[in-house]
């Protein structure tokens, strides 16, 4: 059974940092594209980023680039998402996906993603 599982969510000031992870387990961790995106209350649910099986080839949404970095440490089946230079719009439910290898151009796409974590809530406050 697949299950991601985020933490490191929390309240923090505009301006202000935030370090999300999410871990995976049930899978084979190095055959998966993971993402992240997140649902602000009466949104759709939005890309932020990707990183490809190897860790080699990043991808953001233009909103977060240049703020958000996405890793990840495969020998702990985890992905990381760091979040600097935080503002209000940034606050919304984050989760992260996992998709087998795909076309890139769908990356930003989340119905291309198999599974999903619960997410953790991201508020920031002005």
């Known amino acids: 059974q697949v299950q991601l599982g985020e933490s490191g969510g929390g309240l923090v000031q505009s301006g202000g940092s935030l370090s999300v992870s999410c871990a995976a387990s049930?899978?084979?961790?190095?055959?998966?594209?993971m993402g992240w995106f997140r649902q602000a209350p009466g949104k759709e649910r939005e890309f932020v980023a990707a990183?490809?099986?190897?860790?080699?080839?990043?991808f953001y949404a233009d909103s977060v680039k240049g703020r958000f970095t996405i890793s990840r440490d495969n020998a702990k089946n985890t992905v990381y998402l760091q979040m600097n230079s935080l503002k209000p719009e940034d606050t919304a439910v984050y989760y992260c996906?996992?998709?087998?290898?795909?076309?890139?151009?769908?990356?930003?796409?989340?119905?291309?993603?198999?599974?999903w974590g619960q997410g953790t809530q991201v508020t920031v406050s002005s």
């Open positions: 049930g899978l084979t961790f190095t055959t998966y594209t």
């Open positions: 996906a996992a998709r087998r290898t795909g076309i890139l151009s769908t990356i930003q796409d989340p119905t291309q993603y198999a599974y």
């Open positions: 990183i490809r099986r190897s860790g080699g080839g990043t």
